[in-house]
Nanobody, 125 residues
Framework: QLQLVESGGGSVQPGGSLRLSCVVS????????MGWFRQRAGKEREMVAL???????SFADSVKGRFTISRDNAKNTLSLQMNGLKAEDTAVYYC???????????????????WGQGTQVTVSS
């Protein structure tokens, strides 16, 4: 079992930056895929960024070049650095993890068994 706790959300003006963190407790070292998803108002939850246990990353097209994802195994923490934020980045952001074996980390939220409670990110002038 894993427990995921996010932090770092908040309000920022367009063009600003935020850093989200997700602390994982439990058998964190057994996580094969970890990532950040978001759910905008009235929309389905969507993948933002993924980090595999072999350090491969993937990003949604909408955030490429603006967001970076990193994992600190010593601190059991997954981070999402968000730069150049836009109004359309406003959403509840969730940390997710899975421990099954994947050829590549799946992009669908349906494949992740462990979730944090979510943290609100609001980008507004």
């Amino acid at each position: 079992q894993l427990q995921l706790v996010e932090s770092g959300g908040g309000s920022v003006q367009p063009g600003g930056s935020l850093r989200l963190s997700c602390v994982v407790s439990g058998s964190a070292d057994r996580s094969t895929c970890m990532g950040w998803f978001r759910q905008r108002a009235g929309k389905e939850r969507e993948m933002v960024a993924l980090f595999s246990n072999n350090s491969r990353t993937s990003f949604a097209d909408s955030v490429k070049g603006r967001f970076t994802i990193s994992r600190d195994n010593a601190k059991n923490t997954l981070s999402l650095q968000m730069n150049g934020l836009k109004a359309e980045d406003t959403a509840v952001y969730y940390c997710a993890a899975d421990q099954r074996t994947w050829t590549g980390c799946p992009h669908s939220d349906m494949n992740y068994n462990y979730w944090g409670q979510g943290t609100q990110v609001t980008v507004s002038s």
